[in-house]
């Protein structure tokens, strides 16, 4: 059974950051991408970053430049800095696991989610 548990969710202020971070069980492997999706009240939920094994990274339009995805495979955990948060951050973050690939091959998991607010 795969488990990812988040952590590091909270209120903060515009302008402010916050990291968000991933456990993941042994299930996990470098084989997964990691990163991380969010939904906002009343919005479809949308991709914020991922990182493959290897270290590859790709960003949300959105978050590029204000955000940094770092990845520890010996330790199966993935965290996502987020700086300047704006109040259009505000959403539940989901951390994410998932491989691609023939569909005997491909996974895609979910953590339960954190609440990010972003508001004075």
């Known amino acids: 059974q795969v488990q990812l548990v988040e952590s590091g969710g909270g209120l903060v202020q515009p302008g402010g950051s916050l990291r968000v971070s991933c456990a993941a069980n042994?299930?996990?492997?470098?084989?997964?991408?990691m990163g991380w999706y969010r939904q906002a009240p009343g919005k479809q939920r949308e991709l914020v970053a991922t990182i493959t094994g290897g270290g590859r990274t790709n960003y949300a339009d959105s978050v590029k430049g204000r955000s940094t995805i770092a990845r520890d495979n010996a330790k199966n955990t993935v965290s996502l800095q987020m700086n300047s948060l704006k109040p259009e951050d505000t959403a539940v973050y989901y951390c994410i696991a998932k491989r691609d690939g023939p569909s005997w091959y491909k996974r895609m998991y979910w953590g339960q989610g954190t609440q990010v607010t972003v508001s004075s």
């Open positions: 042994g299930s996990i492997d470098n084989t997964y991408a």
